[in-house]
T-cell receptor, first 115, second 113 residues
Framework: EAGVVQSPRYKIIEKKQPVAFWCNPI?????LYWYLQNLGQGPELLIR????????DSQLPKDRFSAERLKGVDSTLKIQPAELGDSAVYLC?????????????FGQGTRLTVV | GQQLNQSPQSMFIQEGEDVSMNCTSS?????WLWYKQDPGEGPVLLIA?????ELTSNGRLTAQFGITRKDSFLNISASIPSDVGIYFC?????????????FGQGTILTVHP
């Protein structure tokens, strides 16, 4: 089966500009995650969706970050306006709910550079 | 913030050597996952563990779910150059909603030919 697909792979923008990332999860996976990964660190959760519903967005900086998952499939993550400190890799992951099964599969990520 | 302590932070070994890394927490976990991340790529799942004491292998990789449910380790036997990368542990903490994962800081592995 196809894996988690993210685009773009790389993005360079000037500070204060908006940016959006797109994620297409594995077919049939109802749970979708957006993670932030800073250099030399492990991924940190930004938001988790169960189908269309955002069930955990406590780590999402809502003043500038927003996300949506219309129809419970694809998702977009937006930053407006971007700041220098937002430079990082943004990872999308998906997981299909099964008993005793918590295996999240990741996309390749979008590397954002804010200049 | 992260709640898993992963060690060591980095390792430099010779090809053919065995490697061991671990992850600990003050909290109890229901699931432990081990991922490998190559430069410019997303993490790839290596091994998943669901029961305390469980020992699971995937080729030269072996991982165990600690009896206390507060730790896990990953061993790599007879390392080869393509083992180079960053290894992350991740877990679902008991009492959190299903599917909520916490990640360790990663172990950077370098293998010298």
């Amino acid at each position: 089966e196809a894996g988690v697909v993210q685009s773009p792979r790389y993005k360079i923008i000037e500070k204060k500009q908006p940016v959006a990332f797109w994620c297409n999860p594995i077919s049939g996976h109802n749970t979708l995650y957006w993670y932030l990964q800073n250099l030399g660190q492990g991924p940190e959760l930004l938001i988790r969706y169960e189908n269309e519903e955002a069930v955990d967005d406590s780590q999402l900086p809502k003043d500038r970050f927003s996300a949506e998952r219309l129809k419970g499939v694809d998702s977009t993550l937006k930053i407006q306006p971007a700041e220098l400190g937002d430079s990082a890799v943004y990872l999308c992951a998906s997981w299909r709910e099964r008993v005793l099964d918590t295996e999240a599969f990741f996309g390749q990520g979008t590397r954002l550079t804010v200049v | 913030g992260q709640q898993l302590n992963q060690s060591p932070q980095s390792m430099f070994i010779q090809e053919g050597e065995d490697v061991s890394m671990n992850c600990t927490s003050s909290s109890i976990f229901n699931t432990w996952l081990w991922y490998k991340q190559d430069p410019g790529e997303g993490p790839v799942l290596l091994i998943a563990l669901y029961k305390a004491g469980e020992l699971t292998s995937n080729g030269r990789l072996t991982a165990q779910f600690g009896i206390t449910r507060k730790d896990s380790f990953l061993n790599i036997s007879a390392s080869i150059p393509s083992d180079v990368g960053i290894y992350f542990c991740a877990g679902q903490r008991a009492g959190t909603s299903y599917g909520k994962l916490t990640f360790g800081q990663g172990t950077i592995l370098t293998v010298h030919p």
